[in-house]
């Protein structure tokens, strides 16, 4: 099990902490993508996000800290 945490960072809104438990190493972009919402109607394309502080660190299960 691994804990993914980072800052995600949205064009136009405010900084949020995120925290994502994974059974499989995640990097960086692989985190972007799964955050990355698809284009809309009206839209010339889709949000992108960057994150900030990522660390992807294994951990013995969801209690461990």
Do not use: H
Request: charged content about 35%; some cysteine.
């Amino acid at each position: 099990m691994y804990k993914i945490t980072a800052t995600i960072k949205k064009p136009g809104g405010s900084d949020v902490q995120w925290i994502r438990f994974s059974e499989v190493k995640l990097t960086m972009s692989e985190c972007e993508k799964l955050l990355f919402k698809p284009k809309e109607a009206g839209k010339s394309f889709g949000d992108k996000v960057k994150l900030k502080d990522f660390l992807c660190i294994k951990v013995k299960n969801r209690d461990t800290w």
